[in-house]
């Protein structure tokens, strides 16, 4: 078996487990549901059907759409896979991010769809998402959130990829320019856009500057990518103007979840600042990198992947910055920001290594210094990345059992069809003993699986017991959330 092959069925393997050891969490017990306009934050009433097919999932993300939000796509995929069960979720969720990584390559080999990729590299990218992703287990484990951020980041990668694929082949490209296939990606484009509020909207400005740049190449206007920019604006269009996050807004703030005015802006803007904070590396090799080879490049491909690297770096630091005017900024909102910087640093480095560039410094005892802090940093990342990795595998394992208890609890109160509070407890004793130590030594990547209060009567509790059809349900004891 080739080593790519390997490394990829190992990460995949691995993605599984993590979602395997992780049980459904709070939000996918009230999305498991047809959606009711009050059904966060508030139990489910009486009448509340669990989505039982296609048309239910049609029927709840329109009451959603006018009620909640409009991230259609993202939550039209949640119920899907919550209607299709966990274990499937499981397997697909791992393959999506396979997917992820696979994206991540064809972007930085100007838009070439392939197989055989590098080991090196999709390791490198691995342990870049391991280390720099704040709450790794919310995206990649938890359903709900991985269908916002990990499902949206790859369609949205998807969709890139075809107008990559058009700039680097104007003149021969794959993709037909008629009206089937134009419709088509009107539609992919529309699906695009219809995914996160603060990626779309920088993503269009960029692709209609390649479309201009492609004009100018080839004195005609590619109507099949222009095709796929209005389904994309049009998506924008339906995700910020629906009627569901104003509601959402003004209940927020009637709920003191959200305090508008300045003391808003300055909590998102600390967000910010850990955020760039914690990739200060990798933006300072981006921009430094980008400045100084892009003097020395002469072959026009070469240009057009610094000019396809510089896209993503703005689109990174874009999409982060725009989410401080966001009433509620948090870290893994960040994600697919992530994605982007690390792309643009990967073009960077193949162009480099293409050709055959060093960033050159007079000092040699600078350059020595400069290749000891690498080595010094790799031997760092390597033992943070599998300490936090073991870890995080034998906290999952703990979770996966203790969870099993859970159930095990109550399938028994469901056949005794006991009327007593059913007391249950979510977290494994090690982790509750020691809930500090072992978030850092996970690197803050422990999953979010703890739903129930301790009290039966709150609106989660409720919503948990009406899914598992048993009385009432309830926590041994209060568990800090992270």
């Excluded at 992820?100 to 930085?108: A, G, H, K, N, S």
């Excluded at 060093?358 to 400069?370: D, G, H, L, S």
């Excluded at 739903?451 to 009406?466: G, K």
Aim: proline share 2%; glycine share 4%; charged share 15%.
């Amino acid at each position: 078996m080739k080593k790519d092959t390997v490394v990829l069925l190992f990460l995949f393997i691995l993605i599984w487990f993590l979602n395997l050891c992780t049980p459904l969490i709070c939000d996918d017990y009230v999305y498991s549901f047809i959606w009711q306009d009050d059904a966060m934050g508030v139990a489910l009433s009486e009448s509340a059907n669990r989505v039982n097919g296609l048309a239910d999932i049609f029927y709840s993300q329109w009451k959603h759409y006018f009620s909640w939000g409009g991230r259609t796509v993202a939550h039209f995929l949640a119920q899907l896979f919550l209607w299709l069960g966990k274990d499937l979720f499981n397997f697909l969720n791992a393959g999506c991010f396979i997917l992820l990584l696979l994206e991540m390559q064809w972007i930085i080999n100007e838009g070439r769809v392939f197989f055989d990729v590098s080991a090196k590299d999709v390791l490198w990218d691995f342990g870049a998402i391991w280390i720099f992703t704040i709450y790794l287990g919310d995206i990649f484990t938890w359903l709900t959130l991985s269908c916002n951020y990990l499902w949206t980041t790859v369609i949205i990668l998807a969709f890139f990829i075809v107008f990559e694929r058009n700039y680097f082949t104007a003149e021969d490209s794959c993709f037909k320019n008629n009206r089937i296939s134009s419709m088509l990606f009107f539609l992919f484009g529309l699906f695009a856009g219809w995914t996160n509020e603060n990626v779309p909207c920088f993503l269009i400005l960029i692709l209609v500057f390649y479309v201009f740049k492609l004009y100018k190449e080839t004195n005609k206007i590619n109507w099949f990518l222009v095709s796929g920019l209005l389904g994309m604006g049009l998506g924008y269009i339906l995700l910020i103007t629906a009627p569901g996050n104003y509601v959402r807004y003004i209940r927020q703030v009637e709920d003191h979840i959200v305090t508008p005015g300045i003391s808003l802006v300055e909590d998102n803007l600390h967000v910010l600042a850990n955020i760039f904070l914690f990739r200060l590396i990798m933006i300072y090799y981006a921009v430094r990198n980008l400045i100084v080879i892009s003097q020395d490049i002469v072959s026009t491909a070469y240009q057009k992947l610094l000019y396809i690297s510089r896209s993503f770096l703005f689109l990174s630091l874009a999409s982060s910055v725009v989410m401080v005017f966001s009433p509620y900024f948090r870290y893994r909102s960040s994600f697919p920001s992530l994605i982007f910087l690390i792309i643009s640093v990967n073009i960077v480095r193949r162009v480099r290594s293409l050709e055959g560039l060093v960033v050159q410094n007079t000092a040699v005892r600078m350059e020595k210094f400069k290749r000891m802090t690498k080595k010094v940093i790799f031997v760092i990342a390597s033992a943070y990345l599998v300490v936090t990795l073991s870890a995080s595998l034998y906290v999952g394992t703990m979770q996966y059992q203790q969870t099993q208890k859970m159930m095990n609890s109550i399938e028994n109160s469901k056949q005794n069809l006991s009327d007593k509070v059913l007391t249950v407890r979510e977290r494994p004793v090690l982790i509750d003993k020691y809930y500090f130590e072992t978030t850092v030594i996970t690197g803050g990547h422990l999953t979010y699986p703890y739903s129930l209060t301790t009290d039966e009567n709150c609106w989660i509790n409720r919503d948990v017991a009406r899914y598992y059809g048993i009385k009432s349900i309830r926590a041994e004891k209060e568990e800090a959330l992270p």
